[in-house]
């Protein structure tokens, strides 16, 4: 049983794999000759590996930044970080998070199927982190590992996982100019919050991507180079705070303080450089192969995917939202030292991501205006609300790390205090949760349709 669970892990927390074989079952189902599912299966597979590669070399370049910053500040606090959390709690709760996620995937594809909200959420190691974030409440709340534990945890992630999709789409249409794929991360409370944000105070006029220079200029309009040179100058001016001595000696390996800073600009160029190429790939393989799925198995059904997948289309968002996102997260930070709370430290790597997705959601509809404002509210929710989801993450709360969006953040809040009123209000919770869904859907599909009679009616 273990050895099958590991593997199912293994698959569904490997996005590249997870994929493919999405891929795969779309090609076959659409009766692709073998080469073309083969093609197309790889492509996707290799795809998102360059995806995920091209992640991992943004992070790697970003956490020489995070250290430089926490040292010339000399704070200590949490840092939240989904990944440094899970880790600590897989240990405890390893075979609980794998049960939740199987049943977790199989409420999100029933859902899909029954209901008007047709995401077929695909990024998996987001599931892995939900999936462990309920099995951590749930118990801490005196559930145990127990099968109603799997079970109501598993109602309760597929349910999240199906609807926040939705609550993007509207904004992901305006984005990439189609409605053939959604947002499959775990800010996307937060990213559909900027995008109303953007949409109520922001001007769609004047758009980042508009932003218009002079001649003598005009190589900044190619991204590589206009996002080296920022990040040069930022890392630049944080290592001379930092200082050589901590430079050369905790990151640089002896290397001269200031060509390390240029060259960790250049590495997080070259990373979003290849997110953008992997990008391009899955978008010209996984849309095609997965109208075979949407086709036979959940009808209209879209893949959810994860959050590089918007990055192409506003690049000069994702450089001012990271900025944006950061500052006020570090600002908060501040005030938190002032009111004498628990200090959460920003995470460059989740104010980058984050950031980066809600300046490009509220610029959908806010043009730059709305960039900065979605930005800035996106900021205040995650840097304030890990205050409040650690007395309720039990022998966690003790831990230097925290869980670190929003979509872990909001509904991990509720429902631990739903916790705190015992089980059968927990449980009821749940249950309340996937039935709201459900009737919203069959309300919002007689609205439709009765739309539609009176549109009939007229013509």
């Not at 669970?5 to 927390?13: G, H, P, R, Y």
């Not at 990213?191 to 200029?217: H, Q, R, V």
């Not at 005009?218 to 930022?234: E, H, K, N, Q």
Request: glycine fraction near 10%.
């Amino acid at each position: 049983m273990k050895e099958i669970l590991s593997l199912f892990e293994s698959i569904a927390t490997t996005p590249a794999l997870l994929v493919g074989l999405i891929a795969m079952i779309g090609l076959l189902l659409q009766k692709k000759s073998a080469t073309e599912t083969v093609q197309g299966t790889i492509k996707t597979f290799a795809g998102f590996l360059i995806l995920t590669g091209g992640s991992t070399i943004l992070s790697g370049a970003l956490e020489p930044f995070a250290k430089m910053f926490k040292f010339a500040l000399g704070v200590q606090g949490v840092v939240p970080s989904n990944e440094a959390v899970v880790a600590i709690a897989l240990v405890k709760y390893g075979t609980t998070t794998a049960l939740i996620m199987l049943v977790g995937m199989i409420v999100n594809v029933v859902l899909s199927r029954i209901t008007r909200f047709k995401y077929i959420f695909l990024t998996g190691q987001a599931m892995l982190y939900v999936s462990c974030l309920t099995a951590v409440i749930l118990i801490s709340a005196g559930m145990g590992s127990s099968w109603e534990t799997i079970l109501l945890g598993g109602l309760f992630e597929g349910t999240l996982l199906t609807v926040t999709p939705a609550f993007c789409q509207p904004f992901m249409k305006s984005i990439t100019h189609a409605d053939n794929i959604a947002m499959g991360h775990t800010g996307n409370i937060g990213y559909a919050i900027s995008g109303l944000i953007g949409k109520w105070f922001g001007n769609s006029k004047n758009s980042t991507e508009d932003i218009e220079l002079p001649k003598s200029l005009g190589f900044l309009r190619d991204s590589t180079v206009s996002i080296t040179i920022v990040m040069a100058l930022v890392y630049i001016i944080l290592a001379l705070i930092a200082g050589p001595t901590f430079v050369e000696t905790k990151l640089s390996n002896g290397t001269n303080y200031i060509i390390f800073a240029i060259v960790q600009a250049g590495t997080f160029a070259a990373g979003f450089a290849v997110v953008l190429q992997g990008v391009r790939m899955i978008l010209a393989e996984i849309v095609p192969a997965f109208q075979g799925i949407a086709k036979k198995v959940v009808p209209n059904s879209k893949p959810a995917l994860d959050v590089p997948i918007i990055f192409p289309f506003a690049p000069n968002a994702v450089l001012l939202g990271f900025f944006v996102s950061f500052i006020v997260g570090t600002l908060s930070m501040l005030v938190m030292v002032a009111l004498h709370t628990v200090v959460i430290i920003p995470g460059v790597v989740g104010h980058f991501f984050c950031g980066a997705a809600a300046a490009i959601f509220g610029n959908s509809k806010g043009g730059r205006r709305g960039a900065i404002l979605g930005t800035i509210v996106n900021s205040l929710l995650i840097s304030w609300l890990p205050l409040y989801i650690l007395p309720v993450l039990g022998n966690l709360k003790m831990a230097s790390s925290t869980f670190a969006d929003t979509d872990y953040l909001v509904p991990g809040i509720i429902l631990g205090n739903l916790g705190r009123w015992g089980v059968p209000a927990l449980a009821t919770g749940i249950v309340a949760f996937t039935a709201t869904v459900i009737i919203v859907s069959v309300l919002m599909n007689m609205r439709e349709k009765s739309k539609n009679s009176e549109k009939v009616a007229k013509s």
